[in-house]
Structures are given as structure tokens and as C-alpha cells.
């Protein structure tokens, strides 16, 4: 089991940069897949990017490839979502959740969800 807790959630522009963080606050995030996802007021719960255990695989939504690199650095027990070029259809609460599936794309593939960032990006 594996508790998960993100931040680094915020207001920027359009445009620009935002690192998220997913941190184990109990457990070992090395034993896990982690997936990021985010969804929108109104909205369904969509995938955005997931990595392996190793980190030596990684999967991304075609709406945030080329801007958004997920990493893990075990050593902390965090897994990171950076994002660049920062856009408006950006704006959500980003979740990120743990699993022992390979990282695909489906919620029911993680069992273990943290309770959300807030991210707005403003025109």
C-alpha cells in the first residue's frame, strides 16, 4: 500500500512553466506505476501521463506531448509532471496514482489516488 499526496498546483500565464509533484507520504513509490491525470470543471477524468517503475517508459496524452515530461526520482519517493508552454485547456485538478499495471491509460489500472492540484493557466 502507498499513500499519495500532490503539489506544486497554481496560477501562472500562458505560456509558462509549472512543476508538479506526487510524493509518497507513506509507502515505496518505486514499487509502483504512476499515472497523472487531470480533469476539468464539468468534465471527465482524462489520462495524461504515466511512467513505469523503472522510469524507463513513459506514456503520454497527444494533447500535452512535447510539453509535459513525467519523471521519478526514487531516492525522494516523488514522481514529478513538468509542464511547458502552458495553456489555457491546461486548466484542472491534476491527479496522480499509483498501480501495478504497465502505465496505461484506463483509471481502473491505479489503485492508489492522491486528492488533486489545482492548476490554472490564464489568457
Known amino acids: 500500500q502507498v499513500r499519495m499526496r500532490e503539489s506544486g498546483g497554481g496560477l501562472v500565464q500562458a505560456g509558462g512553466s509549472l512543476r508538479l509533484s506526487c510524493a509518497a507520504s507513506?509507502?515505496?513509490?518505486?514499487?509502483?506505476?504512476v499515472g497523472w491525470f487531470r480533469q476539468a470543471p464539468g468534465s471527465d477524468r482524462k489520462f495524461v501521463a504515466a511512467v513505469n517503475q523503472s522510469g524507463g517508459y513513459t506514456n503520454y496524452a497527444d494533447a500535452v506531448k512535447g510539453r509535459f515530461t513525467i519523471s521519478r526520482d526514487n531516492a525522494k519517493n516523488t514522481v514529478y509532471l513538468h509542464m511547458n508552454t502552458l495553456k489555457p485547456d491546461d486548466t484542472a485538478v491534476y491527479y496522480c496514482a499509483a498501480g501495478t499495471h504497465p502505465p496505461g491509460v484506463r483509471l481502473s489500472e491505479y489503485r492508489y489516488w492522491g486528492q488533486g492540484t489545482q492548476v490554472t493557466v490564464s489568457s
Open positions: 507513506e509507502g515505496t513509490v518505486s514499487n509502483y506505476a
